[in-house]
């Protein structure tokens, strides 16, 4: 009797994971968020490469809003908007990314409300989502 081997790199790819930890299915979604945002573990181990202008995404999911406490430059209104307790949602995740500055506004109800983020994802925001999600598990 042959032993069983462990499931082949290509099985891996197709149930979402890698050695490492999930993928996205389209690379091309972290790009637009990696030129500003990482993810880096606790343990200083990076999950995800890129950018240190913006805060670092681990353990986003669930966590309330403008909460990266090694990030100070969070704008006004998204901290207006942490202070309502609003935490990171799926739902809130996709609101933010789809329109960023409109999240705001809707949120703390100012209408000049701006979130200093600079990209718009119409698409793949509960994909990145649940990637994010993945990395920090």
Avoid at 11 to 19: F, N, P, Q, V, Y
Avoid at 23 to 32: I, N, S
């Amino acid at each position: 009797m042959k032993p069983r081997l462990a499931p082949t790199l290509a099985s891996l790819i197709l149930a979402g994971l890698t050695a490492t930890g999930p993928v996205l299915a389209d690379d091309a979604l972290w790009r637009d968020c990696r030129t500003c945002h990482a993810v880096v573990a606790p343990d200083g181990s990076v999950l995800a490469r890129g950018g240190s202008s913006a805060p670092n995404l681990y353990g986003i999911a669930d966590r309330p809003l403008a909460s990266d406490s090694g990030f100070r430059f969070y704008s006004d209104d998204l901290r207006a908007a942490a202070a309502t307790g609003a935490r990171w949602s799926a739902a809130n995740f996709r609101a933010y990314l789809t329109n960023p500055d409109q999240f705001l506004r809707d949120l703390t109800g100012n209408p000049q409300a701006e979130s200093g983020m600079h990209v718009e994802l119409r698409r793949g925001a509960d994909e990145v989502f649940e990637f994010l999600r993945g990395l920090s598990q």
